[in-house]
Every structure is written in C-alpha cells, then in structure tokens.
T-cell receptor, first 114, second 112 residues
C-alpha cells in the first residue's frame, strides 16, 4: 500500500444525487491532489491543495467541490453529475519541496453516474 | 506545449522480451520525468524517474533513456515477466509547470 487511502472504492449515483469521496494520506505530506482518469486519456489534474490551501483548479465544473480540512484529508463533493463524469477518481499526495513532486496515489474511486 | 505524447498505446511481448515505451515533450523547461506503473484496480505507482542531467538511469530491470536534444525519453523493461503486465504512464514537470503532465498510457501485456 502507498499510504494513501480512498473511500468508497466504488460508487454508483444518479444525476440528482449528492455524494462525497474521501481521501486520507498517512505519509506526512503537505500537498494533496484530485485526478480524473478516463479510459485511453491522460490523467487529468482537477485540484491541488498545498498546506490546505487550494492552489490549482483546472477549469473543473462547479458540480465538483473539493474540501481540504487538514493536510491529511481531502474530500471531493459531488452533485448533479453527468454521465460523462463516470471515471476513476484518484487522490494523490506529495511533499512540496519547491522543486518537483514525487506523488503517491491512492487506489481510486470508480464512479458511475447513471 | 504542456503535452506529453506517449506511444505505443498498447504493446504485447513474449516473456524475456524488452518492451520499449516512448514519450516526447515540447516544454524545454521540464526537468523531472517519472514513469508510473498501474495495475488493474490500483492507483499509479512511481516506478522510476530521471532528471535531464543524465542520459540513462537503471533501477533493477527498468531503465529510462533520456535524449534532451530530441526532447524524448523512453522506458525499457529488461527480461520482461508476465507480472510486468500493467499500464505504464510517463509524466513530466518543471519550470512554471510545477504539476505533473501525464502521457496517455501504454497497456503492456507480457505473454508467458
């Protein structure tokens, strides 16, 4: 295991539902990330939190709302999603040393929007 | 300019073969080039990484070759095994692009 856990591992939700994805890292890192992984496409960076502050939002629709209450926990709140949002959502963490990021990924949440 | 182009999309080799996966980039400010390995049902795991001050790096059976002038880097897997069957992603970061930019992935199958 990488030290990054995600729950739930699988989620099926309707377009009108509200759900949340949870990520927890046990590595003492200070930066956390949400990625979207769709078939045959590069990993898409969604959000970055550094020292609990959101430092990047890569034009993600407002139906995705991140929350980072502390440097060990990261949430992704979901509401009124579309079928095209079905994907594997990956959380990652790293230690921001100002140079590059050696990122450690969780196992992901497989999301299906019906 | 932020893209990292990866090829091939899929690759099948026999056990003991040497699969080679290639990546190309445009941003000359990139200075960190990792490779990730992803098994089904798992998140990507960092496999090996290189900085542009060296042309080659080996860790066990995995080797990164780096060609700065061509802006290309590749992953070689020596004596490949069926357990190496996975999806491999290259990535790059550096300069103003502090976050990783990933390639689209290569699905490798090593036949017994």
């Amino acid at each position: 295991e990488t030290g990054v856990t995600q729950t739930p591992r699988h989620l099926v939700m309707g377009m009108t539902n509200k759900k949340s994805l949870k990520c927890e890292q046990h590595l003492g890192h200070n930066a956390m990330y949400w990625y979207k992984q769709s078939a045959k496409k590069p990993l898409e960076l969604m959000f970055v939190y550094n020292f609990k502050e959101q430092t990047e939002n890569n034009s993600v629709p407002s139906r995705f709302s991140p929350e980072c209450p502390n440097s060990s926990h990261l949430f992704l709140h979901l509401h009124t999603l579309q079928p095209e949002d079905s994907a594997l959502y990956l959380c990652a963490s790293s230690q921001d040393n100002g140079d590059f990021y050696e990122q450690y990924f969780g196992p992901g949440t497989r999301l299906t929007v019906t | 300019q932020q893209q990292v182009k990866q090829s091939p999309q899929s690759l099948i080799v026999q056990k003991g073969g040497i699969p080679i996966i290639n990546c190309a980039y445009e941003n000359t400010a990139f200075d960190y080039f990792p490779w990730y390995q992803q098994f089904p049902g798992k998140g990507p795991a960092l496999l090996i990484a290189i900085r542009p001050d060296v042309s080659e790096k080996k860790e066990g059976r995995f080797t990164i070759s780096f060609n700065k002038s061509a802006k290309q880097f590749s992953l070689h897997i020596m004596d490949s095994q069926p357990g190496d069957s996975a999806t491999y992603f290259c990535a790059a970061s550096g300069g103003s692009a502090r976050q990783l930019t990933f390639g689209s992935g290569t699905q490798l199958t090593v036949l017994p």
